[in-house]
């Protein structure tokens, strides 16, 4: 495998989707590939980054509230209805 | 074979009361599996609409159509993916349309995002002058925000969400092999982006202020 092959496969190496094939390619390149060594811990660290570094919201109490009730709600009409 | 529970027509309103307990059942299934996702579908929603009241209407419709709908979730597949799924269809269908262009950014909606979030740079003080930890936040997410949206999307529900290549190729309508070249072309023009604002904190100079 040379290093396009490998590069474009890197993407998949960090997700851990590479078929068990490909792992074996992939690995025995990277052991004999200084460069594609690097930029695969690079390439970690991209996803890293977005997961760590991308913030997350709590969805607000009231909305939390209101999902709760929605299915009080719905089940009550439910019994009434029946209708979809 | 689990289908089959559907058809329980319920005729008369006699069973009024086996009806509700059904419907109790119901709720506590829903909430246990479907509920819990609500802060993971709030983000999601965030991004794709950009707006807070809009986010909100979006999980609140998503919810809704779920809880209908609930007897066709095939239980024991993951449930935030059949979530996710609904919402994104509600979005194309109701919001997108009325929604500001793809590819603007509202950098005040930003700001307010991230206003309250620290400098993080300050407790990074690793010796190894690694660029990324110069990153801010706000930067992280604008530079993920610039990307196209069908590389920002697998990328999203790849990385922020962790979703298999296989639950995303059923979200996004599109074979695995797409999934998988997305992220790759998505990760290169992000990984360009990222860099480019490390530049200007000149990563590599290890200036001290
Ligand atoms: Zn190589």
Redesign the interface.
């Known amino acids: 495998m040379n290093c396009n092959k490998t590069r474009v496969l890197m993407s998949v190496a960090v997700d851990g989707e590479l078929t068990v094939k490909e792992e074996q390619l992939f690995l025995l390149h990277l052991s004999e590939c200084e460069m594609c060594r690097v930029e695969y811990e690079e390439a970690k660290k991209t996803k890293l980054i977005i997961r760590e570094k991308i913030v997350r919201f709590n969805a607000p109490a009231s909305l939390v509230t209101m999902i709760m009730q929605l299915s009080d709600v719905d089940a009550k009409k439910a019994e009434g209805t029946l209708s979809l | 074979m689990a289908k089959s529970e559907t058809n329980h027509p319920?005729k008369a309103s006699s069973k009024?009361e086996t009806?509700?307990r059904e419907?109790?059942l119901?709720?506590l299934e829903?909430?246990k599996e479907a509920?819990v996702h609500?802060?993971s579908?709030?983000?999601y929603a965030?991004h794709l609409t950009m707006n807070?009241d809009d986010a909100?209407d979006l999980?609140?419709e998503t919810?809704?159509k779920a809880?209908?709908f609930f007897n066709s979730f095939e239980r024991g597949t993951n449930c935030k993916a059949w979530l996710f799924k609904i919402l994104k269809n509600n979005y194309i269908n109701s919001f997108r349309k009325n929604s500001k262009e793809p590819g603007k950014v509202d950098y005040d909606l930003i700001k307010d995002?991230?206003h309250s979030?620290k400098d993080?740079r300050i407790d990074t003080s690793e010796a190894d002058s690694?660029y990324?930890h110069t990153?801010?936040?706000e930067e992280?997410?604008l530079a993920?925000q610039s990307l196209p949206e069908e590389f920002r999307e697998v990328?999203q529900l790849?990385?922020?969400e962790g979703f298999?290549?296989e639950e995303i190729a059923n979200m996004v309508e599109s074979p695995i092999g797409t999934v998988?070249?997305r992220?790759?072309r998505g990760?290169k023009l992000?990984?360009a982006q990222?860099e480019s604002y490390a530049k200007k904190y000149g990563y590599n100079t290890d200036t001290d202020q």
């Open positions: 319920a009024k009806l509700s419907e109790n119901k709720q829903f909430q509920v609500i802060n579908l709030y983000n965030l807070p909100e999980v609140q919810y809704l809880y209908r995002f991230y979030i993080t690694d990324f990153l801010l936040p992280v997410y993920l990328i790849c990385d922020i298999t290549y998988r070249s992220l790759y990760r992000l990984r990222l």
